[in-house]
């Protein structure tokens, strides 16, 4: 009777004790699935500052250095800031930054009893893609009536910023890489002395009264000819007074000549998409074929803004 007492006593210790493992070894199975989702969550930000720190400077060690100054200001980043490890893929498109952490350790409480001291979480991995829009295309719906050459160049590219300075139809040459053209996309401007009057006040209350335009229906483009007496100098202050009312920066899409162009032959290569973000101070520039000229100077950054993906 006495034994069959101590033996159920027995049983319940054993049992209780069972729950208690059970319980307890749970909670520690718990604690490493919430800091497996804490450090996916703290990879995942900290590949998204990289990437985004990237496209602003295009240094991916500076990027990195600001990415784990983010990662260092939570309790769990501060614990793998160190083991940290960044893999940039910048050679082909889509680029992108992969943020991981190999072979991380979390100690366990009760599992102690059973003779494990830790868990180790296999590799957490987030990857942040860049993606860059190409700015060259074939159709717009927001052409304005620019040209620039295309002719031999590769800093056509998007987030590069060029200087160009207005030129007259009379100066044209292919081999200009920093001048902008007044363009007449489907040669439909009023001819004789309306014509750079017409083109002036498409720039007009701060916009750009678009046209659409596709490579692939239209009629051939015209440089706008003007007919005042000095217009190296008349041309540019008109346009810069409509220009510098501008809210930039200011987004647009311009034709591209290829080589082999003329004044009087356009040879149309394609379309870029541009932002205007600055129209610098009219100045004066030397004295050509006896007129004094005015040059005016914008400032295009290429392209579009680059975008950020998360893969995984």
């Not at 030129?167 to 014509?195: L, R």
């Not at 440089?223 to 007496?229: D, E, G, R």
């Not at 005016?296 to 950020?308: D, F, N, P, R």
Request: aromatic share 10%.
């Amino acid at each position: 009777m006495k034994r069959g007492f101590v033996d159920t006593i027995l049983l319940g210790f054993v049992l209780l004790a069972s729950v208690i493992a059970l319980i307890g070894t749970l909670s520690d199975e718990i604690i490493v699935h919430n800091k497996m989702n804490d450090i996916k969550n703290l990879t995942t930000n900290t590949a998204l500052a990289a990437a985004k720190h990237y496209i602003i400077n295009e240094d991916t060690t500076e990027a990195e250095t600001v990415a784990n100054n983010i990662l260092s200001q939570s309790k769990v980043g501060t614990e793998i800031v160190g083991s940290i490890v960044y893999n940039w893929q910048l050679v082909t498109q889509p680029y992108h930054v992969d943020v991981s952490l190999n072979n991380y350790t979390q100690d366990t409480f009760w599992y102690r009893f059973l003779q494990k001291d830790s868990f180790t979480i296999p590799e957490i991995e987030s990857r942040a893609e860049i993606s860059v829009p190409d700015p060259i295309k074939d159709t717009s719906d927001i052409l304005a009536p620019l040209a620039i050459n295309q002719c031999n160049r590769n800093d056509l590219v998007s987030e590069n910023t060029i200087d160009f300075t207005f030129t007259v139809s009379d100066d044209y040459t292919d081999t200009a890489m920093n001048e902008f053209y007044a363009v007449d996309p489907e040669c439909t401007f009023p001819a004789g002395n309306s014509n750079f009057a017409h083109f002036k006040n498409l720039f007009n209350q701060s916009q750009v009264d678009y046209v659409s335009f596709d490579m692939e229906n239209t009629s051939g483009s015209c440089l706008v000819q003007t007919s005042f007496q000095n217009p190296r100098s008349v041309d540019p202050m008109q346009l810069y007074n409509n220009l510098r009312t501008f809210d930039l920066p200011y987004e647009m899409d311009i034709l591209m000549f290829d080589c082999g162009t003329t004044a009087d032959t356009l040879i149309v290569s394609g379309i870029l998409n541009i932002k205007m973000s600055n129209v610098y101070d009219l100045v004066d520039g030397p004295v050509v074929s006896g007129e004094n000229t005015k040059l005016l100077t914008i400032e295009a950054t290429i392209g579009g803004v680059s975008e950020i993906v998360l893969k995984y």
